[in-house]
């Protein structure tokens, strides 16, 4: 059975840093694109970050874009979220997702595997 297991998510003050976790398990996710979606209570899920099966290139949310870091270890079969100097807004379900190309992308659409996902709450 293919999963995705969030780990990391809590309860934070604005400022404060935190680094979600995602295990894969079932198949390896070494070849394929990596990503992490939100989803906040009344709004649609959005795109937070991706990263290419190597790790050479990351997209990144304008919201996000200087405090969030992706990145991948394929040895560990493991995505990492570094996410730094929270906001309130940062409050979310924080998904994390696997592909079926080597490419990454911003489209929830690119992404077949989905983790249950982990809760941030940003407290201000």
């Known amino acids: 059975q293919v999963q995705l297991v969030e780990s990391g998510g809590g309860l934070v003050q604005a400022g404060d840093s935190l680094r979600l976790s995602c295990a894969g398990s079932?198949?390896?996710?070494?070849?394929?694109?990596m990503g992490w979606f939100r989803q906040a209570p009344g709004k649609e899920r959005e795109f937070v970050a991706s990263?290419?099966?190597?790790?050479?290139?990351?997209y990144y949310a304008d919201s996000v874009k200087d405090r969030f870091t992706i990145s991948r270890d394929n040895a560990k079969n493991t995505l990492f979220l570094q996410m730094n100097s929270l906001k309130p807004e940062d409050t979310a379900v924080y998904h994390c997702?696997?592909?079926?190309?080597?490419?990454?992308?911003?489209?929830?659409?690119?992404?077949?595997?989905w983790g249950q996902g982990t809760q941030v709450t940003v407290s201000s």
């Open positions: 997702a696997a592909g079926l190309s080597m490419g990454g992308s911003t489209s929830p659409d690119a992404f077949y595997y």
């Open positions: 079932g198949r390896t996710f070494s070849s394929v694109a």
């Open positions: 990263i290419s099966w190597g790790g050479g290139h990351t």
